[in-house]
Structures are given as structure tokens and as C-alpha cells.
Nanobody
């Protein structure tokens, strides 16, 4: 599975951004898909995950209520809608897929290259 993340950019605090992740190489309809992020000098952290059906969604406390994860299986695409962005959301955002993954990065089998999100104050 190859993952391509896109949609990052520079946005002012309070603004919105949507990042996308397109999978190719094989069907990901039975995989959990997730987003992680890594800020400079910090460890990679879990952001959100969505089950293969889209019914179950999980969020880090820091983004709950502001970010929404979704997926479109026929398009092999996952989205992360980010609203009310804060400077502390600045990071490289990575997408990943795994069979039984949720919040731990070691649970994911495939990773994308990341897309930079910068939130200015």
C-alpha cells in the first residue's frame, strides 16, 4: 500500500484546512486509517483514526471537537477536516493504515510521507 498525503499549508489561527490521504496499490477498505502528527523537537503523536466502515472514529483529546476524520472507500481516500486551528497544531501530518490499529503508531503497517501544516498566530 502506498499513501500520499496532501492539502497542508499555512493558515492563520482560527482558520480551517483539510488534508487528504490517497491510498494505492491495494484495497484499503478493510483497514483502519489514521492520522498522526509530529512537531519539531517532539515525538510523533496520534491525532485521529477511523474504522474501515467509518462508523467508529477516535480522536486525541487535543483535537476533539475541532477535527473531523472521514473516509471514502471507493476513492481509497481519507480526510481530516481541521477547524479552529491553533499554533500548537503546527506539525507534519502523516497518514497511516493498519489492520487492527487505533492510537499506537506501532499498530500501523503503512505510512505516507507527510504534509506540513503551519498555523500562524
Amino acid at each position: 500500500v502506498q499513501l500520499q498525503a496532501s492539502g497542508g499549508g499555512l493558515v492563520q489561527a482560527g482558520g480551517s484546512l483539510r488534508v487528504s490521504c490517497v491510498a494505492s496499490g491495494r484495497s484499503i477498505s478493510n483497514y483502519v486509517m489514521g492520522w498522526f502528527r509530529q512537531a519539531p523537537g517532539k515525538e510523533r503523536e496520534f491525532v485521529a483514526a477511523i474504522s474501515w466502515s467509518g462508523i467508529s472514529r477516535y480522536y486525541a483529546d487535543s483535537v476533539k471537537g475541532r477535527f473531523t476524520i472521514s473516509r471514502d472507500n471507493p476513492k481509497s481516500t481519507m480526510y481530516l477536516q481541521m477547524n479552529s486551528l491553533k499554533p500548537e497544531d503546527t506539525a507534519v501530518y502523516y497518514c497511516a493504515v493498519g489492520r487492527t490499529a487505533v492510537r499506537q503508531d506501532y499498530e500501523y503497517d503503512y505510512w505516507g510521507q507527510g504534509t506540513q501544516v503551519t498555523v500562524s498566530s
